[in-house]
Structure formats: C-alpha cells, structure tokens
C-alpha cells in the first residue's frame, strides 16, 4: 500500500478517499491515496450507513414491492455507491495480494464486528417479512429481476430468518466463529509458508537444477542479504525444485516443509481450527433444516445433491484409475532403475525424466519462448480473435504495488468495456496461487432523463487477476513453464467471464453464478495452451526471435495427456476428501490426518505417507468458498471439455462460435439456470465421452446411463 508523503495534506483537511469520488480514471481505487487509519474509519461510517438504510426501508409504511424493498438504495443518485462494499472489497482484496501485520490486526478485530452486522441485516425479521411478502405479491418481474428476488429469498432462509430468536442467537455465535476462524487459518497458512527456506552455499547442491531456478534463488537470497541461495515455498521456487533437483534428501526436506504446513507444534497450527470449522458448518447446516453441510450447499449448485457429486466421482474412478495405476507402476521402473524405491518427493523428479525419455520435452525447453510480456501480448490478441476486444496498459490508473500493471479494455466497436489489473508475481504479503477478484462489479445504473422517465448506464467492472509467476532476474525476463502459462489462461478466463457481464444486477453479474459453473469459463481458456495455431501467434524465442519450432510443438500435443491419469485422481482425491467432511452428520472428533488418509483413500495410488497433512493447508474448502465443492473442478472440466469440442469442430478461432459462447455463457452471470445457459450454447447436456477423448482415456466398460435417482445432477452418460 502506498503511503501519503507526510506533509502533502494536513490532517485537518483531509478526507477519507473512501467518503467521496475517487475522481480517478473510470472511477477506479486511488491506491495511492489511501491509508491504513481510512480502511476502519469507513467500515465503521458503512456500517452506520447501511443501518440508516435498512431503518429506510423497514419504516416504510408503504406496501412492500419489488422497487422499495429490493432494490431500494438510491443508486439513481448522482454519485451513489456502497461504502461498506467499497472498502469491503479493495480490504480484503489486498488481504490476499497485498497485506501486513497491520491489515492483519484490523481483519482479526473487524471480522467479528462485521459479521455481527451481516448477521444483523440478514436475521431482521421486520425486513424478511417484507421481503416475504414481495415474494407473494410482487407485480410482473423481468426473468432476471424474478430471478434477483428468488435469490434474495432464498438467501434470507438459508441465513436463518425461519429460525425462532434461540435458533437466530445460535446461529450468529456460529458464523461468527466460523468467520474468526477462516480468517485465523489464512493467516496461519501464510506464516507457515513464508517461514521456511532451503539456504543452499554449496553450488553442488544445485545439481539437476535448470538455470531459471539457480537465478531466481540467488535473486531471492540477495534480497535476503544471503550469500548463495534461497528457495522457498512459493510455486515458481519449489515447483522446479522438487522436479529437477538431483539431491534427493533436499527434495525430501522440501516436500516435507510444504506438506506439514499447519501441523508443526507452534502457534500456527490450523489442526484444531479445522476441527472446529468442519463442526462449525455442520451445526450450522443442521440449524438451519439440513442433514449435513453437504445438502445445504448442494441445493443452491447445479449438481443439487450428493448422490450426483458422487456419480461424478465414481465415474471418474472407474474410468481413470486403471490407466494412472499403469502411470504409477511406469514411474516405479523408472525410479528402480536408479535404485530408488519411489517416495512422494521422487514422483515429479521420476515423472520428468520419463516425459523426457519418451517424448523428448520438459518444462525447461519451453521457457525461452515464454517471456512473460510475449505470453501476456499471445493471451489478449487471443482474446482479441475471439471477440475482438483490445487491451491498453494505462499509466495513469493507480495500482498497489509496482508488480501491477492496470489496463483499460475496449470492446470491438471501440466502446469501454473494462478496466484489467495483472499481478503476476510472488512476494512477501502475498498469498500463494493465482485468482480472480473484483474491485467494481458490472450493473446498470438507473438515471432519471429529463422526461422523467429512467434510464440505465452500463457500469462497467474492474477485474484483477492475481498470480505468482516466475520473476524476471538481473540476467533474465520472466520466462514461463507451460503450466503457468495455463494458470495465466485460466484466471484470464475468469476474468473475461467478469469483463463480459451485462447484467442489470450486480449480484447476479460475471462470475456471480452457481459455484460448479463458475470454472467453465476458466478451464475452457486453458484448452488453447497446446494449440498449435494458439502458440505460432505469440511463442518465440526471447534472444533469437524464433518462433517455437513444430517439432517442440508436436510434442507439446503429443504429451499433453502424460500422466492425466494421475492427475484426475489427485483432483477426485480432493473431491472425496471433501465430502467426507462435509458429509458428516455427528460431531467431528477424528484424528486429521489419519481421517484425511481414509477419506481418499479410494482415489490415491501407491501408499500414502502419515505424517504430512493436506486438510491443514487446504484452503479451497477449510477458508475458501470450496467446502463441500471442491468437486466443482472435475464437474467444470466436463463442461469445458465438452464445450471446446464445440469450437475445435469449426476451428478454434471461430468469431459465430466464440459470439454464442460469450451471448450465452459470459455475459449472461447468474441471471439463468446455468445448464439453460450451457444448452442454449452447445445444444445438448455435457457428457463425460468429450473429458475421456481429450485425457486420452479409453472406457473400461461400458458408459450406460446414471441410475434414474442421479438424474439431478449434470452428467448424463
């Protein structure tokens, strides 16, 4: 976060950037402008604001409608918005991209004060009969507004407002430990990851190592003010580390540290916090009517209950497992070749070495025609192809940190369409992996003309993906595997499912749709990484100029499916995982780890390890929006693979095709039912065939149809 110079402004003038317009380029977040004492001055005035709102609206002696209940905030005022969203959003967004021990202090002591507040709005029982009454007796609704007061509805039950004032109480002590926790568990997890480091001085103990890697950990120790270097935990450090090292003892001190985070005796052990969280949710679920979390986050995704999310599971088992033991028993020989009994911490260093036996590549040969600034021109001009939209890096639009780079984006008439900000690389403060977030979600805005009558501006979104890339060195662009390559493809495809909204509701707006929906956009972009047709548009060599030449391509397709196997097995591992703990219908007492070993034990090939821990560092369903959803990947991949069948049949490029998938899929949020959505651009329910071809999966039996009390979900073989 960048400080006011001191001096610039007296404090006595001042006023919090959050309380007026950020008079900035399309009204995007003055990062530079805003200090750490304005973030809790504006959540607590948002706070303030939303109760003189919500007083509005429940002393409305008017009859409740649609208009005065709903949408009730007086976004037709000239530089109206949401201050408790505001700073809501660019806090705990910088929470994850961006934060320190001071941002740290202020979530532990906001989480609960707004929870309290959520809990306040939501569990109003003079506000939810208006809303109950406008879901009896409203006038005619547009689909879409139908559909906004439906979730409102709904979401006003599923947040309590049935219970009696004991099930009310309960319920509020409930979340807000949940939140406490959640909150605590991220936090645990980053310290955990940012305090181990493998310091290396003997340059033999590099062996093995690509040069991008000894670069990149001699930067990182210099930063450090180290002699050697320095590898850590963050992906672009231990990733080439546990895959190219020779030294086995050091892959293993690597594997371990990154697969015991949160299970060490200290104060960042996250075992009991995710006890209490698995309780928490199914206490929580039963308050509300539900046998577990399972069924009540299941109602409200397209799988709609657990049997479908377990015959996808089991599908995926019967049909890859066969193929990822052959993977694993491959590997095994080619370990014992070197006398070497394979462990988890050989398994990518064994899996390289067979990739390079049989089809000649690895990650290193691709990175000199992955310079970073090659791949982000490859990425928008893929874009542009496909919808014709362009993208233009501006200077003047504030960003958090130099690493960011912020960019206005124009649609094919030459219309504004978005505002882009990239955060490519790892660095202290910031959370490990890659996602998409917003600072402004698309709407329309209801203006009066000068006729009286109403109006909409289409208020365009503010999207930002954040990443943790390899890092340019003093000798070296950022040069990329192949894998974040994909990584960048599948949050750009988040983020064009955000820049493409065009909804009039922001809450049913971009990404704002069914959970195992929300990944098609994003697993669909990664289709185009091994396109030939793809990569001639942007992979060249970053000292020659020359283009990547065929053969590398080749083999590029030619390995795409190596070891997919094991990989779907990894990925249903998780999902089962997952829903053994959210499944659960009695108190949670068991051991983790040994809980954890059982609960995917259906999935896992080779023996398992017990004294490494996944649940502890598992933020996707322990903190994240991906508990008892984690499924939603494979569910997703169905569809994507399914979908870009659709485009490699009239040519990957296809404007008619890739116009029908953004009119039916992009744009549209969450303002249909998501398979709706999905026939009216494919023309058909997904199937499972499409995600086998392109694993290069052969059935081991027949696929027959799913039995007559699975057919909820989205499968249908």
């Known amino acids: 976060m ?122 109003n029982p003079r506000l939810f009969e208006r809303v109950k009454y406008v879901h009896r007796h409203h006038r005619r609704l547009t689909p879409e507004e139908k559909r906004l007061l439906d979730d409102c509805y709904d979401g006003f039950v599923r947040s309590g407002a049935l219970l009696d004032e004991a099930g009310k109480e309960k319920l509020r002590q409930l979340t807000e430990e949940a939140n406490i926790l959640g909150l605590q568990f991220s936090q645990n997890l980053l310290k955990e990851n940012k305090a181990f480091t493998l310091h290396i001085t003997d340059e033999a103990q590099l062996s093995g190592l690509p040069q991008t890697a000894i670069d ?119 370990a014992a070749k070197d006398g070497v009994a394979l462990e988890a911490w050989d398994s990518a260093f064994y899996a390289h070495k067979l990739k390079l036996k049989k089809f000649n590549i690895d990650a290193e040969m691709l990175r000199p025609y992955f310079q970073l600034e090659k791949v982000i021109d490859g990425v928008f001009g893929l874009a542009n192809r496909l919808y014709g939209i362009t993208f233009k890096e501006s200077k003047a639009i504030p960003v958090y940190h130099p690493d960011v780079k912020a960019y206005e984006v124009f ?16 660095r202290k403060g910031k959370q490990g992996g890659a996602w998409m977030t917003q600072y402004q979600g698309q709407y329309k805005k209801p203006v009066r003309t000068a006729n009286s009558g109403t109006a909409f501006v289409n208020v365009r979104p503010h999207v930002s993906v954040v990443m943790n890339l390899t890092k340019p060195t003093p000798e070296k662009p950022a040069l990329l595997t192949l894998g974040e390559v994909e990584t960048f493809l599948h949050e750009f495809g988040h983020a064009l499912h955000g820049m493409f909204a065009n909804t009039r509701f922001e ?151 890739a116009q029908s998938f953004r009119d039916n899929i992009l744009s549209r949020g969450g303002t249909e039912d998501p398979m709706t959505l999905y026939k009216r651009f494919r023309g058909s329910e997904p199937t499972i065939e499409a995600l ?18 699975q057919r909820e979900g989205c499968l249908n073989r």
């Open 692 to 709: 086998m071809r392109r694993d290069g999966i052969r059935p081991q039996k027949k696929l027959g149809p799913p039995k007559p009390s």
């Open 2 to 123: 960048n400080e006011a110079k001191q001096g610039v402004e007296a404090p006595s003038t001042r006023i919090n950037p959050f309380f007026e317009p950020y008079k900035t380029p399309h009204d995007t977040v003055p990062f530079d402008r805003i200090r750490m004492e304005d973030y809790e001055e504006a959540f607590i005035e948002g706070i303030r604001r939303d109760n003189e709102e919500l007083d509005k609206i429940i002393n409305n002696p008017a009859r409740p409608t649609f208009d005065n209940t709903i949408i009730n905030k007086d976004d037709d005022k000239e530089g109206y918005y949401d201050l408790l969203e505001r700073v809501s959003t660019v806090f705990f967004n910088l929470m994850s991209a961006e934060t320190n021990d001071e941002m740290e202090a202020l979530a532990q002591k906001m989480s609960p004060i707004l929870t309290q507040h959520a809990n306040d709005m939501r569990l």
């Open 216 to 334: 990149a950990a001699a930067q990182e120790a210099r930063s450090r003010e180290l002699d050697g270097w320095v590898f850590t935990l963050d992906s672009p450090s231990y990733v080439p580390f546990i895959t190219y090292s020779t030294q086995r003892e050091l892959r293993h001190q690597m594997y371990m540290a990154k697969n015991t985070e949160g299970i060490h005796d200290n104060e960042n052990n996250n075992l009991e916090i995710c006890r209490r969280l698995i309780n928490l949710r199914r206490e929580i679920a039963q308050l509300l009517g539900f046998r577990t979390y399972a069924d009540y986050v299941l109602k409200r995704r397209m799988a709609r209950n657990v049997r479908s999310v377990y015959h996808l599971l089991d599908s995926l088992l019967d049909a890859y497992r066969p193929t990822a033991e052959q993977e694993l028993a491959e590997l095994k020989r080619v």
């Open 507 to 657: 809450s049913l707006s971009g990404t704002n749709v069914l959970w195992d929906f929300v990944e098609l956009p994003s697993q669909f972009m990664e289709n185009f990484a091994v396109e030939k047709a793809f990569l001639r548009t942007f992979a060249t060599h970053y000292e020659t100029g020359e283009p990547l030449p065929d053969e590398l391509i080749r083999r590029i397709v030619r390995s795409r499916n190596f070891m997919a196997a094991s990989a779907c097995m990894r990925q249903v591992s998780f999902g089962l995982l997952d829903m053994a703990y959210y499944t659960r219908k009695d108190e949670f007492t068991d051991d983790i780890i040994a809980y954890e070993k059982q609960a995917w034990k259906r999935a896992i090939i080779g023996k398992q390890r017990t004294d490494t821990c996944m649940t502890t560092q598992f933020s996707h369903i322990i903190a994240g929006g991906y508990a008892a959803g984690y499924y939603s990947y494979k569910w997703a991949e169905v569809l994507d693979a399914d979908a870009f069948a659709v485009f490699k049949r009239h040519g990957i490029f296809n404007r008619k095709t």
């Open 411 to 426: 649609d094919e008439d030459g219309s504004f369409l978005a505002v882009f900000y990239a955060d490519f690389h790892p």
